[in-house]
């Protein structure tokens, strides 16, 4: 979306009568619908005139826009020069403008750096990755820009900053950065000037930055490529059996459901290891691949972030704008998307953002941007009191736009050892439901947290066996991030908790020596998984039952439960022995080759190894 956009003689006249922030701020009211910050007016007035100078040589119909929106982003590009090379080349020039006076690095953080603005600390992108990132996005996707070979070049003006000696924002960690996307400052005036005058040199009568505006959005030939590569290089997201069949049918119903504009929902159940997610990639390749546009979805930041970065290759920017949070849809547009597919739909949520209160619900919100919009789900993998991702509420809205509903299920068990008599052991031991308890994996009960952390140490050949536990122990704020610090402790047994960290759990090699908990492995899987059971899950007067006064006060799936309980004390006591039974099955099922136990239960210790016991006499 363009905000504002005039012809150079115009923006001359404006900021000669200096009333360019006054004109860019009514077009922000109209275009946007609402007023914007006394902050960014007053960006406006203090930034816009300093480019006044540097386009002195410029024809008069060159093109100037101001704000332009990113397509897929809410972000904005503060000022875009259009025009012609001297071959008449359609050439955009991107500006990044900063008001600042000062930048220092922040150790251990890529792209970020520490800024003073308006007396007022604060950390803020490097400009250079900041508007090397719009131009990536603007090649990547615009299909305008791809097929008239426009050139996007990229530049920050720090129009009140003065270079220092050894300068941080030109560290060499920021190299790959201004490499792309040249700094220059007030001391650069004529340099800047120059490069302008040099990239453009005949007027465009702001035709090209309106023709890309108008353009279609889809990635490009060159990243569709790429993507298809990097999944084919992959073994692991291969389609099997059933599979196969229902992407095949799902493309079609896709492709349908664009060329006569028809709504559709399709909602695909399948419990743990039985290649949701994978087919959820694979359908976004194939589906992209076909000129349709959408992302992959979901609510948890896991599952994005070890899928986008297993297929980053040298369009980092690119790829992650393919897949989005499920609080992301608030403010879309209908049917922005060809399609959306959301994997872990069962961690779908009313309300989105930190504090829970933007948006009115994710489903509903999900199903209004796209045409047709993809549901994973497993009902049984619901962690937490908020999580509303049902059948029923996807199907509920679904009717609400009228769109047509399609159901699929995957049966087959890829995890496990491909072992579906085992998913009917966990079920047995976690419901209390009657079942065989024989069944071909590597399940075994350690005698303490220390063996059980020995064990998954000597598995971790491959970077792929991990440690995790249930919400029972109070988790430190303040060493978050610190590994050094240990959070649990059962006996002589110690290990940090649910650590922050920028790259994730299930791929980070330091993780090993952590504990991690349901949401950095929900929708993942690894060749072995050890699990400690807390003091949550019990076993009493022969059956195995929970205890909500267990989970750690500053676990959040529980919260408000005791406000809920004098609504419906029977009710919420009742969801609350599902939602802990449900934590331990995502826990229990996340193994490939191997799943080992220790529960700090010690009935429901003896209880599992005579359960094992059981079983090896009867194999």
Not at 65 to 78: A, G, Q, W, Y
Not at 235 to 244: A, I, M, R, V, W
Not at 419 to 436: A, E, P, T, V
């Amino acid at each position: 979306m363009i905000i504002f956009s005039c012809l150079k003689k115009e923006f001359d006249q404006f900021v000669e009568k200096r009333v360019i922030s006054n004109q860019v701020y009514e077009a922000f009211k109209e275009k946007m619908g609402k007023k914007t910050k006394l902050n960014q007016i007053k960006s406006w007035a203090n930034s816009l005139p300093m480019m006044y100078p540097l386009l002195k040589d410029l024809p008069e119909n060159v093109g100037i826009t101001i704000e332009f929106n990113i397509p897929l982003t809410s972000k904005r590009v503060d000022f875009i020069v259009s025009g012609y090379d001297k071959n008449h080349n359609p050439v955009i020039l991107l500006f990044e403008l900063k008001q600042w006076q000062n930048a220092v690095d922040i150790k251990n953080q890529d792209a970020v750096v520490k800024t003073i603005f308006l007396d007022r600390e604060q950390k803020s992108l490097h400009p250079s990755y900041q508007v090397s990132c719009y131009a990536e996005l603007l090649l990547n996707y615009n299909q305008f820009i791809e097929e008239n070979q426009v050139q996007v070049i990229p530049f920050v003006y720090l129009h009140n900053y003065h270079f220092k000696e050894n300068d941080d924002l030109l560290l060499r960690k920021f190299k790959k950065y201004y490499l792309k996307a040249p700094i220059y400052t007030q001391d650069d005036e004529e340099q800047l000037k120059n490069m302008i005058t040099r990239f453009i040199v005949f007027g465009d009568d702001a035709k090209i930055i309106k023709s890309i505006d108008q353009s279609k959005t889809k990635p490009n030939k060159k990243l569709l490529d790429s993507i298809e590569e990097m999944l084919q290089d992959k073994k692991e997201y291969t389609l099997l059996d059933e599979q196969k069949i229902i992407a095949e049918t799902i493309k079609k119903e896709v492709k349908n459901s664009f060329a006569t504009n028809q709504k559709k929902v399709i909602i695909v159940k399948g419990g743990p290891g039985t290649g949701k997610s994978i087919l959820a990639l694979q359908l976004l390749g194939e589906l992209l691949k076909i000129g349709l546009m959408g992302a992959y979805v979901s609510k948890n930041m896991a599952p994005r972030k070890v899928y986008k970065n297993s297929l980053v290759n040298n369009n980092e920017i690119s790829i992650h704008e393919l897949f989005k949070s499920s609080g992301y849809f608030f403010f879309d547009y209908e049917n922005k998307y060809d399609f959306l597919l959301v994997d872990e739909a069962h961690r779908l949520q009313e309300k989105s953002g930190i504090h829970n209160n933007i948006g009115e619900n994710q489903i509903k919100e999900i199903i209004y941007a796209s045409k047709t919009s993809v549901f994973f789900i497993d009902e049984k993998q619901m962690v937490t009191l908020k999580d509303i991702g049902t059948i029923a509420n996807i199907k509920h809205f679904a009717y609400f736009y009228q769109a047509n509903v399609e159901e699929f299920e995957l049966n087959s068990q890829f995890r496990c050892n491909g072992s579906d008599s085992y998913l009917d052991f966990i079920d047995h031991f976690l419901y209390n439901k009657r079942g065989s308890i024989s069944f071909q994996f590597d399940f075994r009960v350690m005698d303490s947290p220390n063996e059980l952390r020995e064990l998954i140490k000597q598995k971790n050949t491959n970077n792929n066996a991990r440690l995790v536990a249930g919400f029972c122990w109070t988790r430190n704020a303040k060493n978050a991030d610190n590994q050094n610090y240990m959070d649990i402790h059962i006996g002589d047994f110690e290990a940090s908790w649910n650590l922050k960290h920028g790259e994730p759990f299930a791929t980070r090699k330091s993780a090993i020596y952590e504990v991690g908990c349901v949401h950095n492995v929900q929708g993942l899987e690894f060749d072995y998984i050890g699990v400690i059971i807390g003091p949550d899950l019990k076993y009493e007067q022969g059956k195995v039952v929970t205890d909500y006064k267990k989970r750690a006060n500053t676990e959040k799936s529980l919260y408000g439960l005791r406000v809920l309980m004098k609504q419906d004390k029977e009710y919420y006591e009742k969801l609350a022995d599902t939602l802990i039974r449900n934590t331990y099955r995502v826990l229990l099922t996340r193994g490939i080759k191997g799943c080992y136990v220790y529960a700090c239960d010690l009935a429901l210790q003896k209880y599992l190894k005579k359960i094992i016991s059981k079983r090896l006499i009867h194999s």
